[in-house]
Nanobody, 114 residues
């Protein structure tokens, strides 16, 4: 399994932006399916966004138009640019890679509060 390490979480006020990064332990150029999920206490982990190895992004309806997912194959990293943050975006954000088996990072906390 590929090892994934997220970074970039923290505290933001509503309307602010944050960028999350996910570094992989191996080349990601051949990984077709990488993305971001999030989870709040007592709820199931939910899909946020994905980016294919052809750079095709997909977004959940709740973040579409505010979040941007992109990948840098040269750095074996994917990113999630989160704009116009809302309190309901508060969650632990996880990076996920599907190489035939699913790998998850350890998660990074994002808290949006005034």
């Amino acid at each position: 399994q590929v090892k994934l390490v997220e970074s970039g979480g923290g505290l933001a006020q509503p309307g602010w932006s944050l960028r999350l990064s996910c570094s992989a332990s191996e080349k990601i150029s051949g990984i077709a399916d990488m993305g971001w999920w999030r989870q709040t206490p007592g709820k199931q982990r939910e899909w946020v966004a994905s980016i294919s190895n052809t750079y095709f992004p997909e977004y959940s309806d709740v973040v579409k138009g505010r979040f941007i997912v992109f990948r840098d194959n040269s750095q074996n990293t994917i990113h999630l640019q989160m704009n116009d943050l809302k309190p309901e975006d508060t969650a632990v954000y996880y990076c996920r890679a599907n190489t035939g088996s699913i790998s998850w990072g350890q998660g990074t906390q994002v808290t949006v509060s005034s």
